[in-house]
């Protein structure tokens, strides 16, 4: 059974940064399409950034070349650096994972939340303008 982890929210000023971190436990294996999710009161969960254990990545629009996502394969360890942070980007974040998939088979749905079997509880993170 697979166990994802989230930390690293917390409240910040427009323009600040967070790291956010992802461990993940149990049944996890060396291929992987792993995720961050968002979501916003009153809006529906939407995809952050996907990376694969080829280290192929993608970013939504919103927060491309403001978030980097990287994983660390010997501490089981996703995470997502977020820098200029805006007031937009407030939300739980989710840490998703699927370990039966990787390289077109995750990027073609790197956003799309039914794709991913395995969830974390979720971290806050609060941008204040």
């Known amino acids: 059974q697979v166990q994802l982890l989230e930390s690293g929210g917390g409240s910040v000023q427009a323009g600040g940064s967070l790291r956010l971190s992802c461990v993940a436990s149990g049944l996890t294996y060396r291929s992987y399409c792993m995720g961050w999710f968002r979501q916003a009161p009153g809006k529906e969960r939407e995809g952050v950034a996907t990376i694969d254990s080829n280290e192929s990545t993608t970013y939504a629009d919103s927060v491309q070349g403001r978030f980097t996502i990287s994983r660390d394969d010997a501490k089981n360890t996703l995470y997502l650096q977020m820098i200029n942070l805006k007031p937009e980007d407030t939300g739980v974040y989710y840490c998703?994972?699927?370990?039966?998939?990787?390289?077109?088979?995750?990027?073609?749905?790197?956003?799309?939340?039914?794709?991913?079997?395995?969830w974390g509880r979720g971290t806050q993170v609060t941008v204040s303008s």
């Open positions: 998703a994972a699927d370990f039966s998939r990787w390289g077109h088979a995750c990027m073609s749905r790197a956003h799309d939340r039914d794709s991913f079997p395995h």
